[in-house]
């Protein structure tokens, strides 16, 4: 079937899916930590909501269902996804990383999970020939996220998936700016799939959550056993507030999609601005591989201003777009990588990645557009 179909009915279909009778069509929110043991000799499917609960589950079966892998695994935020999912490595692993990850990921990676003793080589993933070259004998995984954030750079998800699975690592993919809408990694040959599902999938600016998914049920048993274990699970509201937003992902990210495109041509077009970086852009660096990887090119665009001072003022001004985090909303958000999203990275590593105090990152929301570039210009005055 097709996206916009398995969209709507994948996963759920009414509650007798959770073993419920009334046909209900919207999931019932299991407000419930434990569930009473019909035989308390024996298993059953339900026994404490951390390890398991209903309406969870619907969301777990429906992000497994879309990214097309054998198993859901769902949290309380796309870091706590991001960090069950390298939970699963050991001490004296080694992984190579995109050097342009979540700025979130790569603190985790240098902070926390360097303190256990998981090492972390960063490279630039658009070059599969640098992925390559940071294999190790002790390398266990590769983490790659594309288009990368907030310079929208494209890594070759065949080539390097390729380059993980003859070197026998774990590859996991960051899907969050594209959403299985767009691109599917497991399709290409990704082992783990994470999203920040505060973004595009839950879409309304209004829950925190994180999912993953495991290509194999193997990988599947590793990362439900950090799931139970470590805990960092979602309440049965968030589940659901997710599982809401997807139900109207794909109308609202096509048309934010379309509004991202228009807003790029113009910014293109504005004596103020420098540069603009988004993957739909003619002689976008990348632009052929994102097109045979992924089907379209998201929501989501940066441009660089002239001087700091204008993209200061941008901020400042523009009344439609919120000065603020994150992405994927019905909002349009401007925001500004330097001091928010980036903030953890180190001044002289900012630099080095091209995150410069001149850098603005849109979300596209479902405004019109033609408001949006009519504000955009008063506020690049
Ligand atoms: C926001 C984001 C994260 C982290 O997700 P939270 O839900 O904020 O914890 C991870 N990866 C990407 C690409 C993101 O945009």
């Known amino acids: 079937?097709?996206?916009?179909?398995?969209?709507?009915?994948?996963?759920?279909?009414?509650?007798?899916?959770?073993?419920?009778?009334?046909?209900?069509?919207?999931?019932?929110?299991?407000?419930?930590?434990?569930?009473?043991?019909?035989d308390p000799a024996g298993a059953q499917e339900y026994d404490y909501a951390r390890s398991g609960n209903p309406t969870r589950k619907a969301l777990e079966d429906t992000i497994a269902a879309l990214e097309g892998g054998a198993g859901g695994y769902a949290f309380g935020s796309g870091i706590a996804a991001v960090s069950s999912a390298l939970g699963i490595f050991a001490a004296g692993d080694h992984i190579?990383?995109?050097?342009?990850?979540?700025?979130?990921?790569?603190?985790?990676?240098?902070?926390?999970?360097?303190?256990?003793?998981?090492?972390?080589?960063?490279?630039?993933?658009?070059?599969?020939?640098?992925?390559?070259?940071?294999?190790?004998p002790n390398t266990?995984?590769?983490f790659l996220e594309t288009p990368s954030n907030p310079l929208l750079k494209i890594t070759d998800l065949r080539a390097c998936l390729g380059i993980a699975q003859e070197a026998g690592l774990i590859s996991i993919v960051d899907n969050t700016?594209?959403?299985?809408?767009?691109?599917?990694?497991?399709?290409?040959?990704?082992?783990?799939?994470?999203?920040?599902?505060?973004?595009?999938?839950?879409?309304?600016?209004?829950?925190v959550s994180g999912l993953a998914v495991t290509r194999t049920g193997e990988i599947g048993r590793r990362l439900y056993a950090v799931q139970n274990g470590f805990g960092a699970v979602p309440g049965p509201?968030?589940?659901?507030?997710?599982?809401?937003?997807?139900?109207?992902?794909?109308?609202?990210?096509?048309a934010q999609q379309k509004t991202a495109g228009r807003l790029a041509e113009w910014l293109l077009g504005q004596p103020q601005v420098e540069a603009v970086y988004y993957p739909g852009l003619a002689g976008h660096p990348g632009g052929a591989v994102h097109g045979a990887q992924a089907g379209g090119p998201g929501a989501v665009l940066s441009f660089r201003t002239k001087k700091a001072e204008q993209a200061l003022n941008f901020l400042r001004r523009t009344r439609l777009a919120a000065a603020a985090v994150s992405l994927g909303g019905v909002e349009t958000i401007a925001s500004y990588p330097a001091t928010m999203s980036h903030a953890s990275v180190p001044q002289a590593e900012r630099a080095r990645l091209g995150i410069t105090d001149t850098l603005i990152r849109i979300s596209a929301g479902l405004e019109a557009p033609e408001d949006l570039i009519a504000d955009f210009e008063e506020a690049l005055q």
């Open 140 to 142: 266990k995984a590769l």
């Open 237 to 254: 509201w968030d589940a659901w507030l997710v599982l809401r937003g997807i139900k109207t992902l794909k109308v609202r990210l096509e």
């Open 1 to 38: 079937m097709h996206m916009g179909t398995l969209l709507i009915h994948a996963g759920y279909d009414t509650d007798r899916a959770l073993g419920g009778s009334t046909g209900a069509l919207g999931v019932p929110v299991y407000q419930s930590s434990t569930f009473d043991q019909e």
């Open 96 to 136: 190579v990383a995109s050097e342009d990850i979540y700025g979130g990921s790569y603190r985790m990676l240098n902070t926390f999970f360097k303190r256990w003793g998981l090492v972390c080589t960063a490279v630039d993933a658009s070059d599969p020939e640098a992925v390559r070259r940071a294999v190790r």
């Open 177 to 207: 700016f594209m959403t299985p809408l767009l691109q599917r990694p497991i399709e290409l040959g990704a082992d783990i799939v994470v999203h920040s599902a505060t973004k595009f999938l839950g879409g309304h600016s209004d829950v």
